[in-house]
């Protein structure tokens, strides 16, 4: 039986949200097992702006959805972000250095077979629809986490 990880992605934080998945890109290619586990703010990642909808939702769910990131190349910094200031300034230092933007470090674990979950209980607090995320999620319920970290090597909480 190979090795397996999971990560429990709590934050919509740009910085971390690329340290993320960063670890799940690397374990991959190492043919490790990885599954990510989406919860609360850690949703605002899997956003699909072209896939947004405001229909079958309450007016709070509509607000929340205008007022939170519509992407993970729209979240904050977790320090410095400086109304946005600090993240241009990281984007930027990135690009000096060639380094891959949130987007491709997530399209590169879609590819490489990491499995997406969504918290279903997030999901309904915060009014997010499966049609507004990637393809790829399944809505899961956090039992369905716990059994997976139960079985693996590595677990992170992000």
């Not at 915060?126 to 899961?140: A, D, Q, T, Y």
Request: hydrophobic letters at 45%; aromatic letters at 10%; charged letters at 25%.
């Amino acid at each position: 039986m190979g090795k397996k990880m999971t990560l429990l992605m709590f934050s919509g934080d740009y910085d971390k949200a690329l340290a993320a998945f960063i670890m799940a890109n690397a374990a991959r290619e190492m043919d490790v097992e990885v599954t990510m586990f989406f919860a609360f703010w850690g949703l605002c990642i899997l956003r699909s702006p072209e896939h947004m909808t405001t229909e079958n939702k309450t007016n709070f769910e509509k607000m929340f959805g205008m007022m939170t990131p519509k992407g993970p190349e729209d979240l904050p910094l977790s320090k410095m972000n400086f109304s946005g200031i600090g993240k241009q300034m990281l984007l930027e230092m990135m690009d000096d250095d060639e380094a891959p933007h949130l987007t491709a470090f997530v399209e590169g674990a879609r590819k490489k077979g990491v499995k997406f979950y969504g918290c279903k209980l997030s999901m309904e607090v915060m009014g997010l629809k499966k049609e507004e995320l990637i393809p790829e999620l399944e809505i899961e319920t956090a039992h369905t986490f716990i059994q997976e970290a139960l079985e693996s090597d590595i677990q992170l909480f992000i």
